[in-house]
């Protein structure tokens, strides 16, 4: 079975910076390199959104909101997907997850929160 699980969530001030990471377990190395991976988040009251998408070929989109902030990248030999954020804004408060189209269905991992207050 494929699962996804990030990681590196917090509390951080207003223009702090926080890296996630999402470590994909029991996905082979050819399957990883060719999928796409996004990061999505979800305030409290608001619906979830996506935040980056990173495909094969080294191709990334980014919302407005984020972009020039936020920096999605993977590690294909660790299989793992980041979002580096920077900047960041109480606006920013969320719970992250990332997502990924595996046999036909949508896998995502259970997220981390991210919280920035001062």
């Known amino acids: 079975q494929v699962h996804l699980v990030e990681s590196g969530g917090g509390l951080v001030q207003p223009g702090g910076s926080l890296k996630l990471s999402c470590r994909v377990s029991?996905?082979?190395?050819?399957?990883?390199?060719?999928?796409?991976f996004s990061w999505y988040r979800q305030a409290p009251g608001k619906q979830r959104e996506l935040v980056a998408t990173?495909?094969?070929?080294?191709?990334?989109i980014y919302i407005d909101s984020v972009k020039g902030r936020f920096t999605i990248s993977r590690d294909n030999t660790r299989r793992s997907v980041y979002l580096q954020m920077n900047g960041l804004k109480p606006e920013d408060t969320a719970v992250y997850y990332c997502?990924?189209?595996?046999?036909?269905?949508?896998?995502w991992g259970p997220g981390t929160q991210v919280t920035v207050s001062s």
């Open positions: 997502r990924t189209p595996y046999s036909g269905k949508d896998l």
């Open positions: 029991g996905m082979i190395l050819s399957v990883f390199n060719s999928n796409v």
């Open positions: 990173s495909s094969s070929g080294s191709n990334t």
